[in-house]
């Protein structure tokens, strides 16, 4: 069992950053990849970006891509997301997620999820 606590988001005007973290419980935080989701109002869940066990290998969304940095911490069992040049669309609810596997872009393949944390970018 994974518990995962995100924290973070708030209300910002574009171009702005923002720096999201994820903490999670347990000893078995190095066993799983971590990913980063969100979803917008009236919009499905959408990847943003993930990070492999050992912290070697990233993926993002095209979106995000050159903006957004994921990162873990394997000390403080923490992912984060550091998110930069903001843009009004990425106003979202923003998930934290852990996939019991190599990597995964697929938000159904990972396992335990948090509660999200708003994120909120005005024009």
């Known amino acids: 069992q994974v518990q995962l606590v995100e924290s973070g988001g708030g209300l910002v005007q574009a171009g702005a950053s923002l720096k999201l973290s994820c903490a999670a419980s347990?000893?078995?935080?190095?066993?799983?990849?971590m990913g980063w989701f969100r979803q917008a109002p009236g919009k499905e869940r959408e990847f943003v970006a993930v990070?492999?066990?050992?912290?070697?290998?990233?993926l993002y969304a095209g979106s995000v891509e050159g903006r957004f940095t994921i990162s873990r911490d394997p000390a403080k069992n923490t992912v984060y997301l550091q998110m930069n040049s903001l843009k009004p669309e990425g106003t979202a609810l923003y998930y934290c997620?852990?996939?019991?596997?190599?990597?995964?872009?697929?938000?159904?393949?990972?396992?335990?999820w948090g509660q999200g944390t708003q994120v909120t970018v005005s024009s």
């Open positions: 997620a852990a996939y019991y596997g190599v990597m995964s872009t697929t938000a159904g393949n990972f396992l335990y």
């Open positions: 990070i492999s066990r050992g912290g070697a290998r990233t």
């Open positions: 347990g000893r078995t935080f190095g066993t799983y990849a």
